[in-house]
């Protein structure tokens, strides 16, 4: 089987097609994500990539977001009609709003289609199956996905929680890289690492998403032997696993 992954991010949606059998390297397409971005536009956007990869018997789209059996609860980036960090739009949090993307993907590309939080289809590259996993993805903003056993936990929004006056997602997104410089953030990342190991009490770590690649191997150290940096494209194989997973 091969599954065409879409992994739509706040800057930048990629795609790939993944099959079975393990590849090298990953052949991803990547594309700036345009705003205004009602739902419309999204699915016409994944559609037009769509068309330029090989063909695949199932399609994965990881979504920024609270997403439930395919549908949209909320998005943080999608609403902001000049990108992260602007302000909303009320017409398009109405629009967003308990949008069945997977439906609507799946009618545009004639395929079976699923969707979920992105970090969830990040996670689900990584965990090994036993013990309680977790994902974390730097990106735009903050990602937060659970793996139990193998299985995957109720998304929490964990990005939207409170921390120093602020929110997770603030603390180490984008905006705030740009503002301090790579080492001020790598240190703000160590202080969230440290405040959620007595919440979340996990076996492993896995830090992954596009800023990932920021930390050296003094910082990973640091960061502790149960904590593994990951790459932002192996972590769109999640979504060929997650089918496997169900």
Known sequence: MRTMVFDCGGTALKAAVIGDRAEPSLQTVRIPTPYPLPPERLVGTLLEVARTLPSADRVTVGFPGMV?????LNTPHYINPKGPGTAADPQLVQAWRRFDVAAAVGRAVELP?????????HGAAFARGDGLELTITLGTGLGFAIYHNGELMPHLEMSQAPFRFTTYD????DRALS???PRRWVRRVGRVLDALRPVVVWDRLFLGGGNARLF???????????VTVVTNLDGMRGGHRVWERG
């Open 216 to 226: 050296g191997a003094d910082d990973v150290s640091r960061f502790g032997s149960d």
């Open 113 to 121: 289609t699923m969707a979920l939080n992105d970090a969830d289809m």
């Open 179 to 181: 503002r301090i410089g």
């Open 68 to 72: 439930r059996d395919g549908i949209v």
């Open 170 to 173: 603030y603390y180490i997104s």
